[in-house]
T-cell receptor
Framework: GDSVTQMEGPVTLSEEAFLTINCTYT??????LFWYVQYPGEGLQLLLK?????DKGSNKGFEATYRKETTSFHLEKGSVQVSDSAVYFC???????????FGQGTELSVKP | DSGVTQTPKHLITATGQRVTLRCSPR?????VYWYQQSLDQGLQFLIQ???????AKGNILERFSAQQFPDLHSELNLSSLELGDSALYFC??????????????FGEGSRLTVL
């Protein structure tokens, strides 16, 4: 079945470091791909998305490119801040408004 | 604020008991989703309703049931509770018809502790 695999955390970085969180997926079709973020004590919120191969999603300095050939959607940010500390979830969905299939989540901790 | 409201925020109960979690979706959203988040299982999709009808089912136990009412709010009923049911239960909503964006809007969750 369809699934999403993320790199295990926690990931600990110093402020202004470069961030990469790896995400790969297994899918029978051509899903849309998402990154959601969960700040402490809050629900999940959409960070960025890409709906087809080679699309790049970006928001708040984060970006991810939908790579069909490697079935990947890695999250990157050039310079992280303490306020980026959160849990990041990669997810896929097949149809607009349909259910999301999530990866396990990767906890990011950014130290000053 | 996502616009999705979940109650209660915290709930502590005993094994064998039954609880009801409530969700009010964003204004205008017709679809409601329930997810369970636990340390060992991650975020698991339980069930989806669209405009009162069940749309998709995931890893929902037979002891659990849900419904969506005419005013579009939804309830998740958990019965014969076991220790392993302790988790954070999220409700999310989306616009399925009209201008679907693929984005789900999540509530802050209901934390269930079964003792």
């Amino acid at each position: 079945g369809d699934s999403v695999t993320q790199m295990e955390g926690p990931v600990t970085l110093s402020e202004e470091a470069f961030l990469t969180i790896n995400c790969t997926y297994t899918a029978t079709g051509y899903p849309s791909l998402f990154w959601y973020v969960q700040y402490p004590g809050e629900g999940l919120q959409l960070l960025l998305k890409a709906t087809k191969a080679d699309d790049k999603g970006s928001n708040k300095g984060f970006e991810a490119t939908y790579r069909k050939e490697t079935t990947s959607f890695h999250l990157e940010k050039g310079s992280v801040q303490v306020s980026d500390s959160a849990v990041y979830f990669c997810a896929l969905s097949y149809n607009q408004g349909g259910k999301l299939i999530f990866g396990q989540g990767t906890e990011l901790s950014v130290k000053p | 604020d996502s616009g999705v409201t979940q109650t209660p925020k915290h709930l502590i109960t005993a094994t064998g008991q039954r609880v009801t979690l409530r969700c009010s979706p964003r204004s205008g959203d017709l679809s409601v989703y329930w997810y369970q988040q636990s340390l060992d299982q991650g975020l698991q999709f339980l069930i989806q309703y669209y405009n009162g009808e069940e749309r998709a089912k995931g890893n929902i136990l037979e002891r659990f049931s849900a419904q969506q009412f005419p005013d579009l709010h939804s309830e998740l009923n958990l019965s014969s509770l076991e220790l392993g049911d302790s988790a954070l239960y999220f409700c999310a909503s989306s616009v399925v018809a009209g201008q679907p964006t693929g984005e789900l809007f999540f509530g802050e969750g209901s934390r269930l502790t079964v003792l």
